[in-house]
């Protein structure tokens, strides 16, 4: 096609697609003709009325033909020649409809335009009887708030109605007549109405006929159905009731619904006319119908009548049920009929009485069921709708309908004594109809057989109505004679029912699958839906609705006959209607005057197949007021059509006015010269058709595939009806094949059937796809084509495990049995000509043979894609999914040879087990043979040995699909695949030919025969390998342009279970692995309930992981969650423990070691408590912290052997202090306490708070005892010693005893020291100090990253700062030479932002030092009396963190030294003071405090308000007094000198004068930035705070004196003194102890130095001031 443009439809000529032809009638009359004057535009779409017709054009143009009685224009009511509606010019319309005199169109927005005649409001415009143009109509929806307008995509029209279906599948209707289904009583109907019947139920599809209606509706899936089905759905009444008596119970069926029914008026009391009441074609004036509803009385009969009573009705057909003779009937020209003798449904007598007796003596054998022969394949029927050959095949379903029905209402027990019930009431209810006439013109010869058929069609339908009672009327014909209605008596105890029944009751069934499968289950959304029901209603006096009665229905009912078989498409003629179904027959059903219907079967008023010729497959129809078209394929894929009906005839010289019509559907060969038909349409009495001629082989491709989807379609039906069905109808299967076998051949059934309904979609999309505009690009095949392969594989891999058991063979004696010997039918759905092919073959081949469909596909999507320019994506996605279809069909072939080759193996596996023991041999075959496991290779031929194997010893290695095995003598092993390594053992110079296994478990060395024999098993094993690791069985891939692995990888992802390592026997492990150990992430799972989640190295638990143990005592888990190393639990996690405590902090060899954290209940348990320290070997273990919440104590220090033991310091929420030794977990030794009102005691104690030997006692006064002390603190001291009291003479003064707290707490820098051992290890160094610089930035650099992977879906790590800082981090800062201010500057950052986050090691070392800090000093700990030693563990902690910072750069400097400043660059408040000779000291004060004080900040200066709370009582006291005083009066009262006095300041821009009462206004901005203080953490912020005061009031007093001006001490100190009182600052004594204990020494005697000495002055100088 070189040359050709790319897209196939720009080579399109548009006279070559949607050429429309007309013509009427069949024979010499049937001509098809172009319409005259039409151009060359394509056709889509075509409705015929009576006299006119209208079509749809490709670009969305609607031209109407023939006759438009109502255009007011006289000169275009008749036109043969089309013409334009310009009305929808430009609207784009996309739908057409034609009803007997108006016409509808729908445009692309979905809305309605409707035009001709409206006597009946048809067109939806009241007052308006013509509609000349075409008019919009309004269809909105009033349930919605505003009403919203509705779309439409659908019209169909009748004579005096209209439907239109919506997007949302609602049905709309106006017009007049019960075919509306509206519950209204006033007609017409103007306003569009929601047809609320069929509200919640997705329509399809809707059709019109004259006067009936019907609609194709998605049959809602179980769960959507309603649950009480005892109920009739219309009525609500009960179905079955229920009369309990003495001794047995009646149930009877006998509701009756009569909704739906409209009767004369003339019969005020009918009676139920039978279903043979009717003739198959009535007249058309028959006068059933009338407006007015008459409900029916009917009476019901007490008994059913015997068997004897129906054997006499049979013998007296002219008797009917009031006891008269039956009503002439009346032939379709109107002239009344002979009434002919009635035949019997039983025509012998004495075959139903023999009948009758063997069903008698089959009820006394074990099974009543198993008695019935089915029918010989002879007499099997070849789709769903064949009728039963005799009686005896509907004897068990019938009987297990009746089962099922009476069993939901009445319960087990009643369904249980069911069983005991006579088989013959049964057959009195299923043959106790009594005979009626024939219809006219039937012999009383033809009459026997055809009630014969009329009776088992009867049956075929009550079988396919699982429902049956649901439906209004729906049961007329069993209802309206005498002892028609379904009432039994039952025993009414279960004893009178014999034991083995009982037992036989209670036997289980395997579940029966089902061969449709059920809605919701459809194989893809996109595809439509075959699980479809058909609704009628309207006028039925023709028998048009299909209900088996002639009455009318004022609201939609389903017709039950129609609802298993697939209908995908419905036509309505003017008195008859079609449905097309998926399998391509068409049921009619309605009147037959011309044969219309393509059957001369009666009655008429149930759906019946069209008789077309065998094979014929149908895929469009349409109807016309008498006639019927049929579009079928023909040869070479060309379509055919068939004309069934009334000839026309144009020849008025013809005097015969008898009308001459079809007998059977009649071939038009006029049509096959059109070219490719695509679509029909009927009306009136024309015939219309759209036909394509064939552009390059394109249209001709198309049509061959669906034609040869059709025909697959229709051979997958007849196998599963002609052969699965009647097989899994066997009750005896199960027992034949086993319980394993029947679930295979069940689960073979449903991927069967999935396959099936799968290709019925595919072709009814199919046959949609021709009738649109024919674009490749939109077949479904090809946008689904995954749906469609992965539906073949799951087909094939079904069957494979069935041939793998054996399935076929064991099958073949119930398929001889069922088939009568007789194999006919299964070799002719095999396609085997050679009749001596045994049963078991047969259904092998048969199974297969859907597989070789694939090839199919292939071929003709390969010949569609050489319709288009190579260089298109039409060719190469038509390539792309042939090529697809030829891989998976040699695939599949493939796997059938591989399941063939399994059954050979398993077939002949005992003769292969020479030398093993005996028993064992079942066993391995049990053990080893599952449906699903395919043999690759086995070395029964001794071409593979175990290496250094004893000279007797037997080892046979069998390689499946999914496992190795080697079997020996008496044991065998399964290594499954997936965790499975081999490799060529090359170094083995002794055996070349040796292979190396590896499972998780075990390794062993195999040696081959050859090397022939190695490359075989080397190269099947890691095929074997790759296919069970990727999923797939085999390197279909290749077919698909994948490319094989020549090995499979070393690591992967596999399942496995533990059966020999002791530590995980039976555990089960998934996740990654690497050469047979556990190698990655992976999950480990324990029979007990132990698991583990994480990271494993080498076979063990190691990196980060989460493990739970259950504790069943408690029956809660423990659970931790951290880090492993070597199986381990290793380094940082947290622990929580099934009795409520948690352990966060380090671990060692599963113990805890190192810092942590335990929580031990809660507030509100017995004991709450809380420790943070070190731990060595799981116990307490140096210095740690204890906080006994229930005591409100803690406890800080020495810990041994989880006790209390050496220096410590304990505080109590009661303000007791006490700092000591303690021994063995108690006060021992000695010890200083205190109290909170100052006493002390400094001696002995034996116990906690318990004085035991010689101290000195210290009053809050200064007295004191001195001596020998016992007894326990606040509970009463014995004291032997003297008393003192110092200030009474001043000689004793001296002696007045200062107590020094803290020499016996533990010395700040043993504190935390496992928190600093954790960094330097994190850092690679074993102690502090000793280890490899560069090694340390490695492993910080690690440390970031495995952080980052681990909280990446943490929400603290998220936010795009945090992810910059981590960024940075990873850069190792180059920091190499003498330190200068720019590199001491780039340290100071990087600390900073490595402080900020928990994931470097400094961050996490800051981080947990605050955690300690705060758990150390707040709450019970935050005493006035260990601030001194929270201000030296802070001093500790700089020292500590300053060592770690220069060993990370070790150029740094010790603290102390001096860089010199080369620039005149202001230094930042971190950095210190500038000496006099232009240096910048380095100290751990000025590079670390800013950033570890703002974390310790609150509880440090919480000690220090509380240590300084008297005094500044105090100082705050004087600064309230002084404060009231105006600015003058304050200035003069502390001694300023008067030329420092303001005499005017700005305030916000306006100068004001100082007054006399002028208040906060002097030296304002001096007193603004001291007040700032409060606001800073660091001393040296604090600092900078001051010297800022400072400036501001030196600045303002050379504003003053406008002079140069030299402060002396005695001028600045007052000024001073007045910001201070001005500031305000609460706890002034608390900054200025802060600033003394942490301020850098370095800057003490320089500027800073000074101006921190004047503030402090001035502190203490507000505390003594005389306020007088």
Not at 185 to 207: D, M, S, T, W, Y
Not at 810 to 824: D, G, H, R, W, Y
């Amino acid at each position: 096609m070189a040359g050709q443009d790319t897209s196939l439809k720009e080579q399109e000529n548009p006279q070559e697609r949607g050429i429309l032809h007309v013509w009427t009638g069949y024979g010499s009359s049937g001509i098809p003709e172009l319409l005259p004057g039409f151009g060359s535009k394509v056709v889509l779409q075509a409705a015929l009325g009576i006299e006119h017709g209208l079509f749809l054009t490709e670009d969305g143009e609607v031209y109407s033909f023939g006759s438009f009685p109502w255009r007011l224009d006289c000169d275009t009511r008749e036109s043969a020649v089309p013409i334009l509606e310009k009305t929808l010019v430009g609207l784009h319309m996309v739908s057409v409809a034609a009803g007997s005199y108006h016409s509808g169109a729908v445009t692309k927005d979905g809305a309605v335009y409707m035009w001709g005649e409206n006597s009946s409001c048809q067109c939806a415009i009241e007052s308006q009887r013509q509609v000349p143009t075409p008019t919009l109509v309004t269809i909105s929806d009033p349930e919605t708030s505003p009403p919203e307008l509705t779309q439409i995509v659908q019209l169909a029209c009748g004579e005096h109605h209209t439907l239109a279906l919506s997007l949302r599948r609602e049905v709309w209707a106006w017009g007049s007549g019960c075919q509306l289904g509206l519950v209204t009583a006033a007609f017409p109907v103007a306003k569009p109405q929601k047809l609320e019947h069929l509200a919640g139920r997705v329509v399809v599809q809707i059709a019109c006929g004259a006067h009936h209606s019907l609609a194709l509706v998605q049959r809602p899936s179980p769960h959507e159905k309603k649950q009480n089905s005892e109920k009739c759905h219309h009525c609500h009444q009960l179905l079955l009731t229920m009369t309990d008596k003495e001794d047995h119970v009646i149930i009877s069926d006998s509701h009756y619904c009569p909704l739906g029914v409209v009767l004369s008026e003339s019969d005020p009391k009918p009676s139920q006319p039978d279903l043979e009441n009717h003739s198959p074609s009535l007249p058309s004036n028959h006068t059933a119908e009338s407006h007015t509803t008459g409900l029916p009385q009917t009476e019901q009969p007490e008994h059913a009548p015997s068997v004897a009573d129906q054997v006499e009705l049979a013998q007296n057909p002219g008797r009917t049920e009031g006891g008269s003779t039956s009503n002439s009937l009346l032939e379709p020209n109107g002239a009344p009929s002979n009434p002919k003798p009635r035949s019997s449904q039983y025509p012998d007598e004495k075959a139903v009485k023999e009948y009758l007796r063997k069903l008698s003596d089959i009820s006394q054998q074990d099974d009543p069921v198993k008695g019935t022969h089915l029918p010989c394949p002879q007499t099997l029927p070849s789709s769903d709708d064949a009728r039963p050959a005799s009686p005896t095949s509907a004897a068990p379903s019938t009987f297990n309908n009746l089962m099922v029905s009476c069993a939901s209402v009445v319960g087990e027990r009643v369904a249980a004594t069911y069983e005991a019930l006579s088989l013959r009431k049964v057959v009195n209810y299923y043959y106790q109809s009594p005979s009626l006439p024939e219809s006219s013109g039937s012999s009383t010869a033809s009459g026997g057989t055809q009630h014969k058929e009329t009776r088992e069609e009867r049956m075929k339908i009550e079988e396919s109505m699982p429902d049956k009672k649901s439906f209004s009327l729906g049961d007329i014909r069993e209802q309206g004679s005498e002892g028609m209605c379904r009432r039994l008596s039952l025993p009414g105890l279960l004893s009178q029912v014999s034991p083995r029944l009982l037992r036989k009751a209670g036997h289980a069934r395997i579940k029966r699958v089902s061969l449709t499968p059920t809605p919701g289950t459809d194989t893809d959304t996109n595809l439509p839906s075959l699980q479809t029901e058909l609704w009628s209603w309207g006028r039925g006096k023709e028998g048009q609705l299909g209900h088996g009665d002639v009455l009318p229905r004022l609201q939609p009912l389903c017709i039950k006959s129609l609802n298993n078989k697939e209908v995908v498409q419905i036509v309505a003629g003017a008195y008859h209607s079609l449905a097309l179904t998926a399998r391509s027959q068409v049921y009619s059903w309605g009147s037959n005057t011309f044969g219309q219907l393509g059957h001369a079967e009666s009655p008429t008023v149930i759906p019946r197949l069209a008789k077309l010729p065998e094979g014929t497959c149908v895929w469009d129809v349409a109807a016309g007021q008498g006639h019927t078209l049929f579009l079928t394929d023909g040869e070479f894929f060309q379509p055919n059509v068939y004309y069934s009906g009334q000839q026309v005839v144009h020849d008025t010289r013809n005097t015969d006015h008898s009308p001459t019509y079809t007998k059977q559907p009649v071939l038009l060969s006029s049509c096959s010269k059109l070219g490719y038909i695509n679509s029909l349409f009927a009306g009136g009495q024309r015939c219309l058709a759209l036909a394509d001629r064939n552009i390059m082989g394109y249209i001709a491709s198309l049509h061959e595939l669906a034609s040869s989807e059709r025909k697959f379609h229709c051979k997958l039906n007849d196998m599963k009806n002609q052969i699965l069905r009647p097989l899994l109808g066997l009750d005896n299967l199960t027992s034949a094949l086993g319980s394993t076998l029947s679930q295979l051949l069940q689960d073979a059934a449903s991927k069967f059937s999935k396959l099936c309904y799968l290709i019925g979609q595919h072709s009814f999309t199919l046959n949609k796809f021709l009738h649109s505009s024919k674009d490749v690009k939109t077949l479904v095949m090809l946008e689904h084509s995954k749906v469609f392969l992965d539906t073949f594989k799951e087909y094939s891999s079904s069957v494979g495990n069935f041939v793998v058991v054996g399935g076929f063979q064991a099958l073949a004696k119930p398929t001889v049995e069922l088939f009568s010997k007789n194999l006919q039918t299964l070799q002719r759905l095999s396609e085997v000509t050679d009749e001596n092919v045994a049963a078991a073959d047969l259904l092998h081949i048969l199974f297969y043979i859907p597989i070789r469909h694939l090839h199919e596909y292939a071929r003709m999507l390969l010949k569609l894609a050489t319709c288009f320019e190579v260089a298109s994506k039409e060719y190469h996605k038509l390539q792309e999914v042939s090529c697809q279809c030829e891989a998976l069909g040699l695939h599949l072939k493939k796997k059938q040879k591989e399941a063939e080759y399994t059954y050979s193996f398993w077939k002949t596996f005992p003769g292969k087990m020479t030398g093993f023991l005996t028993r064992h041999i079942p066993t391995l075959s049990d053990s080893l043979r599952k449906p699903e496991r395919r043999l690759i290779c086995e070395s029964s031929n001794r071409g593979l040995t175990l290496q250094h194997a004893g000279r007797f010893s037997i080892n046979w290695f069998i390689l499946f699909n999914d496992a190795l095995v080697h079997a020996q003598f008496s044991t065998h092993h399964i290594f499954p695949l997936t965790t499975l390594w081999i490799e060529s053992q090359f170094e083995e110079i002794s055996n070349p030919n040796a292979l190396k296994i590896t499972s998780p478990e075990e390794q062993f060395i195999l040696t081959a025969a050859s090397p022939q024999e190695k490359t075989k098993w080397l190269r099947a094993i890691n095929q074997a390998v790759d296919q069970a690791l990727s999923g797939v069985s085999d390197n279909m891939a290749l077919g698909l342009g994948g490319v094989m692995r020549v090995e499979p990888p070393i690591s992967r992802t596999a399942s496995y279970t533990f059966y020999k390592d002791p530590r995980l026997k039976e555990a089960t492990y998934e996740g990654r692995w690497l050469a047979g150990k556990p190698h990655g992430k992976g999950v480990l799972r324990w029979p007990d309930g132990r698991s583990y989640s994480g990271d494993f190295k080498n076979g063990l638990e190691d990196g980060y992981g989460e493990l739970i143990v259950p504790c069943k005592a408690l029956k809660k888990n423990d659970h931790y969650q951290g880090h492993w190393k070597e199986g381990k639990m290793h380094g940082h996690g947290i622990y929580k423990y099934a009795t409520g405590e948690v352990y966060e902090g380090s671990f060692q060899d599963n113990m805890r070691h190192g810092h942590g954290l335990l929580r031990s209940g809660k507030l509100t348990s017995s004991c709450p408590s809380m420790f943070i320290g070190q731990w060595a070997q799981d116990k307490k273990m140096g210095y740690g912290v204890f906080d006994d919440i229930t005591r409100g104590e803690k406890y800080m220090g020495m810990w041994l052997d989880d006790a209390r033991h050496g220096n410590g310091v304990v505080v109590t929420q009661f303000g007791l202090y006490y700092e000591g030794a303690f021994s063995n977990n108690k006060m021992a030794g000695n010890g200083i306490l205190l109290s909170e009102d100052d006493t002390s005691f400094e001696g002995e104690f034996s116990d906690d708070w318990i004085l035991n030997g010689k101290g000195v006692l210290t009053m809050a006064n200064g007295d004191y005892f001195e001596g020998t002390f016992s007894g326990e603190w606040g509970a009463g001291i014995k004291v032997a010693g003297m008393y003192f009291k110092p200030n009474l003479y001043d000689a004793d003064r001296e002696k007045a005893r200062v107590l020094k707290l803290g020499k016996l707490a533990v010395d700040p820098d043993e504190k935390w020291k496992a928190v600093f051992e954790e960094c330097w290890s994190q850092l690679g160094c074993e102690s502090a100090g000793q280890g490899d610089v560069f090694r340390a930035w490695e492993n910080i650099a690690v440390c970031l990253t495995t952080g980052k992977r681990q909280h990446k879906d943490s929400p603290d790590f998220r936010s795009r700062s945090h992810a910059q800082t981590l960024e940075s981090l990873e850069i190792i800062p180059q920091i190499v030479g003498p330190i200068t201010l720019d590199k001491y500057e780039a340290i100071r950052k990087y600390l900073i932002k490595a402080c900020d986050t928990p994931l470097h090691p400094l961050g996490n070392l800051l981080e947990t030092l605050v955690a300690v800090y705060r758990m150390t000093y707040v709450g019970v700990g935050a005493n006035r009396r260990l601030l001194q030693q929270a201000v030296n563990e802070i001093k500790s902690y700089l020292t500590r963190i300053f060592q770690l910072v220069r060993f990370l750069f070790p150029d740094l400097p010790d603290g102390g030294s001096l860089i010199p400043v080369k620039d005149k660059k202001p230094l930042g408040s971190e950095e210190g003071n500038s000496s006099d000779n232009g240096s910048q000291m380095i100290t751990s004060c000025s590079l670390l405090l800013p950033v570890l004080l703002p974390r310790l900040y609150p509880p440090l200066f919480t000690l220090y308000a509380l240590d300084n709370e008297r005094e500044e009582d105090i100082y705050w006291e004087c600064v309230l007094r002084l404060n009231k005083q105006p600015d003058l009066a304050l200035l003069g009262f502390l001694g300023v000198q008067q030329k420092f006095w303001p005499i005017t300041v700005f305030v916000l821009g306006e100068k004001i004068e100082i007054q006399s009462t002028t208040k906060d206004v002097c030296y304002a901005s001096a007193v603004e930035s001291l007040q700032q203080i409060s606001t800073t953490f660091t001393p040296a912020d604090k600092l900078k705070v001051i010297q800022q005061t400072f400036e501001e009031i030196t600045q303002e007093v050379l504003t003053m004196l406008q002079e140069d001006f030299l402060w002396s001490m005695d001028d600045l100190f007052p000024v001073f003194l007045y910001v201070v009182l001005r500031a305000r600052i609460r706890n002034l004594g608390s900054e200025v102890h802060l600033i003394e204990d942490l301020m850098d020494p370095s800057v003490q005697h320089g500027e800073q130095g000074i101006m921190f000495t004047t503030l402090k002055a001035c502190y203490y100088q507000i505390q003594h001031e005389k306020l007088t």
